[in-house]
């Protein structure tokens, strides 16, 4: 495994894959186990924040209330073969908050600016936009190369 301060040809990698991607998988504690979710995200340029919506009903919300520890998977997979030797992988560690008041606001422009097909949604008074606090990267490509960062 490589630090990615030793290889900062990665972070134009990484930026370039959250932007291209819409969807990622977040997993939240259920009882001691995963609960994955689809979830449509946006990141920060320097990627130590994601932000992602969802409505107060939804069992991931619950589950962020009583943990907020989350983890996320962005892929560019496409389900083919040859996704074995070029598909890349991120998992993402961090912590989620609500947010609320002006920072919900500015949130969500910087969130609709990349989904804004879900403006409506995010307007629902149910609608809770949650900021993930990023903690830790892990890149995987070539289905074995494993590159970590750590933000302090």
């Known amino acids: 495994m490589n630090a990615m301060n030793e290889s900062p040809e990665i972070l134009p990698q990484l930026q370039e894959l ?3 991607q819409r969807l990622a998988v977040l ?3 259920h009882g001691g186990h995963p ?3 689809l979830v449509a995200f946006a990141a920060s340029a320097d990627l130590r924040e994601l932000f992602f919506a969802t409505t107060r ?3 991931k919300f619950a589950n962020l209330q009583v943990n907020p520890r989350v983890s996320l998977l962005i892929d560019n997979r496409v389900n083919q073969v040859t996704d074995f030797s070029t598909a890349v992988a991120v998992t993402v560690l961090g912590s989620s908050t609500e ?4 920072s919900r606001r500015a949130g969500s422009a910087f969130y609709l600016a990349k989904h804004p097909h879900l403006a409506e949604f995010v307007a629902a008074p149910s609608c809770a936009l949650l900021r993930v606090q990023v903690q830790s990267l892990f890149l ?3 289905f074995q190369n494993v590159v970590e960062y750590h933000f302090s």
């Open 18 to 20: 959250f932007s291209s």
């Open 27 to 29: 997993a939240t504690d």
């Open 35 to 37: 609960y994955a979710s």
């Open 57 to 59: 009903d939804t069992r």
């Open 99 to 102: 947010l609320t008041g002006p």
């Open 140 to 142: 995987v490509s070539r």
